[in-house]
């Protein structure tokens, strides 16, 4: 939401990979840093030879473990360390899936980044009810297919809603 305090959170857009009774985490989606992807496999000693990956962003995943790689990626596949978000979603926090990419350009959708957004037990809910965010069904083709400085507005466009045009006040009825 607009009145979003935390700068680590201001604008994002955020795909949560896992909810449940011991808290919440996912990836931001829309913060794209300057280090290209085979400039990230240099300094890991990975070689990379696919060209059409190799401009692809490493994107600020969020402020938790900010030194640490994730891949969100399409199809799901079957990696170490794979948190499997559906049936055909994965993230993955292992070299392998880097390693894959490297080799075999697969899987062919790809989001890598560095950190992760968390929350601790009941904490998503607390901002959830304080009005901190807004919710939106998944939609990976945002994910995957628009421009990450389009995906914010994207995504809110599902809901009918211009981002530009939301108040930073809410009520509660």
Known sequence: MPAMADPNF???????????????M?????????MRLATLYERIDIPFEQPDFADLPVYSGGPVQADRGFVLHRPAGDWHS?????????????????????DEGQPREVLVALGYAGWSA??????LAQNAWLTVPANLDIVFSVPPEERLAAAMQLLGIDFAKLSDVAGHA
């Open 122 to 127: 009941g904490q998503l809910e607390h901002e």
């Open 82 to 102: 794979t948190l499997r978000v559906s049936d055909t979603v994965g993230l993955t926090s292992s070299r392998d899936v880097l390693q894959a990419l490297a």
């Open 26 to 34: 996912g990836i931001i989606v829309n913060r794209p840093t300057e």
């Open 10 to 24: 201001t604008r994002t857009l955020t795909y949560i990979a896992e909810h449940n009774e011991n808290g919440a």
